[in-house]
């Protein structure tokens, strides 16, 4: 058979590209690549939980804090109001949108991506099978790359894959600490309601570490553009100071993290790339849930318009909405962290600079509804003038 749409990645962009298209009726194909965990702290806001209808079985956590710790170890608690940011924890969320995708009516493959062939007969997604190693070939009128970050699908069918930055980020899944054993009054011991953020060069040189909550786990991790950086000890480092050096590691992950949206998403005649593929990871705070699966419902989007109209230019359409809605944000998170990442004394500033309360409830609000608040001027005014006076000095790191 030749199906509308064959989808290359079964994580939460390509799960979520196969299901609402085999919802909207479309022949789709998804190919995954069973066994593969991403590393990821595992956040998800509320405007994913409601956008994509994720059921609270899939809450691992729900996180009423998140705490900033600044190279001197000073610490900033935000706490999220009217709401929570729920946990995931990727190796079974991902496997929920699978089957999802799968009980909709996509058909789903376990296998490895190796090429796309043309000939009279139409595309061909070629790929090895897991169960018996033979290669197979789907025959489809489209296909969706969203094979993750250094996506082959991308570098084959879209030039500009290999040019997006990259962070490498790393992390170790434990086995979480009883309450009974934090320290009481420790001020680091582990809270499994709370996210922290860990802003220091010796932990990442420019990006950030975190020890994210996963119910009876917990993601103690870090990213960086450095290649030369040794994430392993940095993180060993991150546990022995958050007292998690003595759990349980339960697994140990790793893989690139694209910080860019590539300027075009498609090849001009059938396939369109989708979530990591497409760069679609927040800058700054590197969360990528999320818009992993707007990209996969863009894709998915584009692909209906394709087929519809039998236009190969709209699968343009992708990048078009993608862009529409979070090219601002994108931009001010990427602003933000050439800022502040670049040393240890601008980092103390950040997070100096986030124990105002404007800057919590805006940041909050922003990433709770992916949306830039706009109902607030005087705040916004507040914060630019707080954010010129840190970065030009005028301020010590130490004024709140």
């Not at 930055?165 to 899944?173: C, L, M, N, S």
């Amino acid at each position: 058979m030749t199906y509308d749409v064959v989808v290359v990645g079964g994580g939460p962009s390509g799960a979520t590209a196969a299901h609402d298209l085999a919802t909207a009726g479309r022949s789709v194909a998804f190919i995954d690549r069973e066994g593969r965990i991403k590393p990821c702290g595992g956040a998800i806001p509320p405007r994913l939980i409601e956008d994509f209808n994720i059921p609270d079985s899939q809450l691992v956590a729900k996180i009423n804090t998140a705490r900033m710790i600044s190279p001197t170890q000073r610490q900033v608690d935000i706490p999220i109001e009217n709401g929570f940011v729920g946990m995931v924890d990727r190796e079974h969320f991902d496997e929920y949108l699978r089957r999802r995708a799968a009980g909709a009516g996509a058909e789903r493959f376990a296998g490895t991506f190796l090429r796309i062939d043309r000939d009279e007969d139409g595309t061909h997604v070629v790929f090895r099978n897991k169960a018996d190693g033979v290669e197979k070939s789907l025959t489809t009128r489209i296909v969706i790359g969203a094979d993750g970050a250094r996506s082959n699908v991308a570098r084959q069918e879209v030039p500009g894959s290999d040019q997006i930055p990259y962070v490498i980020a790393y992390h170790e899944i434990i086995k979480a600490p009883a309450l009974a054993d934090a320290t009481v009054g420790d001020p680091r011991a582990y809270d499994p309601t709370r996210c922290d953020v860990v802003y220091d060069g010796a932990i990442s040189p420019d990006f950030y570490g975190w020890v994210f909550p996963h119910g009876g786990s917990a993601s103690v991790g870090m990213g960086t553009e450095d290649t030369s950086f040794d994430i392993k000890k940095a993180t060993a480092d991150l546990r022995a100071v958050s007292g998690l050096a003595d759990c349980e590691t339960i697994r140990k992950e790793g893989a690139p993290i694209p910080l860019k949206p590539m300027d075009k998403w498609d090849n001009d005649k059938d396939v369109v790339l989708a979530g990591d593929a497409a760069g679609v990871v927040a800058p700054s705070s590197g969360e990528g849930i999320y818009y992993a699966m707007v990209g996969g419902r863009v894709a998915a989007t584009a692909a209906q318009a394709a087929l519809a109209s039998g236009r190969a230019k709209d699968l343009g359409l992708a990048r078009k909405l993608f862009m529409k809605e979070h090219k601002t944000v994108f931009k001010v998170l990427r602003s933000m962290q050439d800022a502040y990442y670049r040393s240890d004394e601008r980092r103390e500033r950040f997070v100096s600079l986030c124990h105002d309360v404007d800057v919590q409830k805006l940041t909050f609000e922003a990433y709770m509804n992916k949306k830039l608040v706009k109902a607030r001027p005087m705040a916004h005014i507040k914060i630019g003038i707080k954010n010129i006076a840190h970065l030009t000095r005028l301020v010590s790191p130490v004024h709140t």
